[in-house]
Protein backbone atom coordinates (compact mmCIF):
# COMPACT_ATOMS: atom_id res chain seq x y z
CA UNK A 1 0.00 0.00 0.00
CA UNK A 2 2.53 2.41 0.95
CA UNK A 3 4.54 1.63 -2.52
CA UNK A 4 1.29 2.48 -4.13
CA UNK A 5 0.80 6.24 -2.49
CA UNK A 6 4.30 6.84 -3.39
CA UNK A 7 4.29 5.65 -6.53
CA UNK A 8 0.89 7.69 -7.44
CA UNK A 9 2.75 10.62 -5.38
CA UNK A 10 5.82 10.39 -7.28
CA UNK A 11 3.83 10.22 -10.45
CA UNK A 12 1.65 13.32 -9.78
CA UNK A 13 4.86 15.93 -8.74
CA UNK A 14 6.32 14.21 -12.11
CA UNK A 15 3.59 15.49 -14.07
CA UNK A 16 3.23 18.99 -12.70
CA UNK A 17 6.90 19.60 -13.16
CA UNK A 18 7.46 21.36 -16.83
CA UNK A 19 9.94 19.93 -18.82
CA UNK A 20 13.34 21.80 -19.10
CA UNK A 21 12.15 23.10 -22.57
CA UNK A 22 8.95 24.25 -21.52
CA UNK A 23 10.04 26.87 -18.74
CA UNK A 24 10.47 30.10 -19.65
CA UNK A 25 14.42 31.36 -20.58
CA UNK A 26 15.76 33.94 -18.04
CA UNK A 27 16.75 36.94 -19.09
CA UNK A 28 20.17 37.21 -19.77
CA UNK A 29 22.63 39.38 -16.75
CA UNK A 30 23.83 42.81 -18.12
CA UNK A 31 27.32 42.91 -18.67
CA UNK A 32 27.21 47.18 -18.78
CA UNK A 33 24.47 49.92 -18.52
CA UNK A 34 22.89 50.54 -22.08
CA UNK A 35 21.84 53.65 -22.82
CA UNK A 36 18.41 54.12 -24.00
CA UNK A 37 17.50 56.09 -26.76
CA UNK A 38 14.66 57.93 -28.70
CA UNK A 39 12.28 59.50 -26.14
CA UNK A 40 14.26 57.89 -23.24
CA UNK A 41 17.73 58.55 -24.00
CA UNK A 42 17.71 61.81 -21.82
CA UNK A 43 17.72 59.10 -18.80
CA UNK A 44 21.70 58.79 -19.07
CA UNK A 45 22.05 62.42 -17.84
CA UNK A 46 19.59 63.26 -15.17
CA UNK A 47 20.05 66.37 -13.26
CA UNK A 48 19.59 66.34 -9.09
CA UNK A 49 16.67 67.05 -7.70
CA UNK A 50 15.68 66.80 -3.47
CA UNK A 51 11.44 66.23 -3.88
CA UNK A 52 9.34 68.21 -2.14
CA UNK A 53 7.48 67.94 1.20
CA UNK A 54 4.10 68.95 0.29
CA UNK A 55 2.90 70.51 -2.98
CA UNK A 56 3.40 73.90 -2.43
CA UNK A 57 6.98 72.82 -2.10
CA UNK A 58 7.24 70.60 -4.88
CA UNK A 59 9.78 71.07 -7.14
CA UNK A 60 9.59 70.81 -10.98
CA UNK A 61 10.21 67.99 -13.20
CA UNK A 62 10.45 68.79 -16.59
CA UNK A 63 9.21 66.78 -19.72
CA UNK A 64 11.71 65.35 -21.57
CA UNK A 65 14.49 65.79 -18.50
CA UNK A 66 15.62 63.39 -16.46
CA UNK A 67 15.84 63.70 -12.67
CA UNK A 68 18.27 61.87 -9.84
CA UNK A 69 15.83 62.55 -6.93
CA UNK A 70 16.48 62.39 -3.67
CA UNK A 71 13.67 61.53 -1.67
CA UNK A 72 12.54 62.05 2.12
CA UNK A 73 11.60 59.76 4.47
CA UNK A 74 7.98 59.00 4.49
CA UNK A 75 6.73 60.47 7.99
CA UNK A 76 8.24 63.75 6.25
CA UNK A 77 6.13 64.32 3.33
CA UNK A 78 2.44 65.63 3.14
CA UNK A 79 1.11 64.42 0.22
CA UNK A 80 -1.81 65.96 -1.39
CA UNK A 81 -3.65 63.17 -2.10
CA UNK A 82 -3.11 60.01 -0.11
CA UNK A 83 -1.03 57.59 -2.19
CA UNK A 84 -2.72 54.70 -3.13
CA UNK A 85 0.58 52.77 -1.54
CA UNK A 86 1.92 55.16 1.06
CA UNK A 87 4.87 52.44 2.24
CA UNK A 88 5.83 52.77 5.56
CA UNK A 89 7.60 54.49 7.88
CA UNK A 90 11.06 52.99 6.79
CA UNK A 91 10.48 53.91 3.17
CA UNK A 92 10.63 57.23 0.80
CA UNK A 93 8.81 59.36 -1.09
CA UNK A 94 8.33 62.94 -2.12
CA UNK A 95 6.82 65.06 -4.60
CA UNK A 96 7.79 67.08 -8.06
CA UNK A 97 5.77 69.44 -9.88
CA UNK A 98 4.75 69.20 -13.43
CA UNK A 99 3.69 71.16 -15.87
CA UNK A 100 2.14 70.15 -19.40
CA UNK A 101 1.38 72.54 -21.92
CA UNK A 102 0.00 69.76 -24.47
CA UNK A 103 -1.91 67.32 -23.45
CA UNK A 104 -1.27 63.78 -24.54
CA UNK A 105 0.10 60.56 -23.45
CA UNK A 106 3.11 60.82 -20.98
CA UNK A 107 5.07 58.15 -19.29
CA UNK A 108 6.83 58.12 -16.25
CA UNK A 109 9.61 56.30 -16.07
CA UNK A 110 11.07 55.09 -13.22
CA UNK A 111 14.78 53.53 -11.46
CA UNK A 112 12.82 51.23 -9.04
CA UNK A 113 9.38 49.97 -8.18
CA UNK A 114 8.42 52.79 -5.82
CA UNK A 115 4.74 53.93 -6.52
CA UNK A 116 3.72 56.90 -8.39
CA UNK A 117 0.27 58.95 -8.49
CA UNK A 118 -0.18 61.48 -10.72
CA UNK A 119 -2.28 64.67 -8.97
CA UNK A 120 -4.01 66.79 -11.13
CA UNK A 121 -6.94 69.91 -9.59
CA UNK A 122 -9.51 66.99 -10.35
CA UNK A 123 -7.66 64.07 -7.99
CA UNK A 124 -5.14 61.37 -9.46
CA UNK A 125 -5.15 60.03 -13.11
CA UNK A 126 -5.72 56.54 -13.80
CA UNK A 127 -2.75 54.80 -15.44
CA UNK A 128 -3.29 53.35 -19.20
CA UNK A 129 0.09 51.32 -19.38
CA UNK A 130 2.94 49.92 -16.95
CA UNK A 131 5.32 48.35 -18.06
CA UNK A 132 9.20 47.67 -17.47
CA UNK A 133 11.91 49.86 -19.77
CA UNK A 134 14.00 48.44 -22.12
CA UNK A 135 16.86 46.02 -20.89
CA UNK A 136 19.79 47.13 -19.08
CA UNK A 137 18.88 50.77 -18.63
CA UNK A 138 18.17 51.02 -15.40
CA UNK A 139 14.83 51.91 -15.96
CA UNK A 140 12.70 49.72 -13.88
CA UNK A 141 9.54 50.50 -14.24
CA UNK A 142 6.91 52.67 -16.83
CA UNK A 143 3.65 54.13 -16.40
CA UNK A 144 1.89 55.80 -18.94
CA UNK A 145 -1.39 58.79 -18.35
CA UNK A 146 -3.53 60.48 -20.87
CA UNK A 147 -2.89 64.10 -19.44
CA UNK A 148 -5.28 66.48 -20.30
CA UNK A 149 -3.00 70.34 -20.19
CA UNK A 150 -2.44 71.91 -16.72
CA UNK A 151 -0.17 71.37 -13.40
CA UNK A 152 0.37 68.19 -11.81
CA UNK A 153 1.87 67.20 -8.62
CA UNK A 154 3.89 63.43 -9.19
CA UNK A 155 3.77 61.97 -5.62
CA UNK A 156 6.28 59.48 -5.11
CA UNK A 157 5.69 57.52 -2.41
CA UNK A 158 7.03 53.56 -0.99
CA UNK A 159 10.44 53.47 -2.52
CA UNK A 160 12.90 51.90 -0.17
CA UNK A 161 16.26 53.98 -0.89
CA UNK A 162 16.05 57.47 -0.26
CA UNK A 163 17.14 58.46 -4.51
CA UNK A 164 15.02 57.56 -7.39
CA UNK A 165 15.44 58.78 -10.89
CA UNK A 166 12.57 59.59 -12.97
CA UNK A 167 11.84 61.06 -16.56
CA UNK A 168 8.60 62.38 -17.74
CA UNK A 169 8.55 62.08 -21.35
CA UNK A 170 5.01 62.23 -24.61
CA UNK A 171 4.29 59.70 -25.95
CA UNK A 172 4.42 60.73 -29.80
Known sequence: MHHRIALILLTITAGAAPAAEEMPAAKPACAAEVAPSGALAPWSSPAAVTAGSEPAKAPPLTAGKAASVTLLP???????????????SVSYGGLL???????????????TAAWIDLAGKDGALRSVAHGHGPDCTGIRKMVDYVVPAGHYTLQISANGTPRINVLAVAEK
Open 97 to 111: GLDVAQAGTYRIALS
Open 74 to 88: TPDVHYGLRPEKPGG
